[in-house]
């Protein structure tokens, strides 16, 4: 069973950027698919991103490709989301979610996913 403890949101201009964290407690973290989704007021939870478990795949939602990246410290029990060029739009409550890598499984599916943190806020604003 995996604890997941989300840390790094606050305030920032339009264009800035932030770097979102994930800290993980448990056994065999470098079993786990990692992922962040994102909850604007509202809305439903949106798929973000994902990593494999050894980091030799990620996945983006489109309108996240080439401005958000996802990266994982096994060692460590991290993950990370490092977000630039951020936009009103991205505001919102930031997860992170894991699943076990075995199986089938949609990334953007937050029902495939076992274990989530209590998220981060992310406000975007002049």
């Known amino acids: 069973q995996l604890q997941l403890v989300e840390s790094g949101g606050g305030l920032v201009q339009p264009g800035g950027s932030l770097r979102l964290s994930c800290a993980a407690s448990?056994?065999?973290?470098?079993?786990?698919?990692m992922s962040w989704f994102r909850q604007a007021p509202g809305k439903g939870r949106e798929g973000v991103s994902s990593?494999?478990?050894?980091?030799?795949?990620?996945w983006y939602a489109d309108s996240m490709e080439g401005r958000f990246t996802i990266s994982r410290d096994n060692a460590k029990n991290m993950v990370y989301l490092q977000m630039t060029r951020l936009k009103p739009e991205d505001a919102a409550i930031y997860y992170c979610?894991?699943?076990?890598?075995?199986?089938?499984?949609?990334?953007?599916?937050?029902?495939?996913?076992?274990?989530w943190g209590l998220g981060t806020q992310v406000t975007v604003s002049s």
């Open positions: 448990g056994p065999l973290f470098e079993d786990y698919v």
């Open positions: 990593i494999t478990p050894q980091g030799g795949s990620t």
């Open positions: 979610a894991a699943r076990h890598y075995s199986g089938s499984y949609r990334w953007t599916d937050p029902s495939d996913y076992h274990y």
